[in-house]
């Protein structure tokens, strides 16, 4: 059973930065392309950055050059550096495997950011 703990969320004003951190346990982390999504009100849940075992990236236009995705095999953790945060990146965010896999079906709690304008 996979679980996944995200933290770091907090309400921070637009132009702010901010670091998530996620930590996953039960799965093979090292060799797994990892995400993180977020979800805001109203909207769906959609991908905003993947990085694979081998240290590939991909972000969603929306948050390209401004949010950073990281990990540290040796502790099971996946990080978004979030700076020049907008009010339009208010959301729930949560750790999970990306594509080609896609997510676990077992989701965290995620983790609230909130910025204000």
């Known amino acids: 059973q996979v679980q996944l703990v995200e933290s770091g969320g907090d309400l921070v004003q637009a132009g702010g930065s901010l670091r998530l951190s996620c930590v996953a346990s039960?799965?093979?982390?090292?060799?797994?392309?990892m995400g993180w999504y977020r979800q805001a009100p109203g909207k769906q849940r959609e991908l905003v950055a993947r990085?694979?075992?081998?240290?590939?990236?991909n972000y969603a236009d929306s948050v390209k050059g401004r949010f950073t995705i990281s990990r540290d095999n040796a502790k099971n953790t996946v990080c978004l550096q979030m700076n020049s945060l907008k009010p339009e990146d208010t959301a729930v965010y949560y750790c999970?495997?990306?594509?080609?896999?896609?997510?676990?079906?077992?989701w965290g709690q995620g983790t609230q950011v909130t910025v204000s304008s």
């Open positions: 039960g799965t093979i982390f090292r060799t797994t392309t």
């Open positions: 999970n495997r990306a594509w080609p896999a896609g997510p676990w079906g077992s």
């Open positions: 990085i694979t075992s081998g240290g590939s990236t």
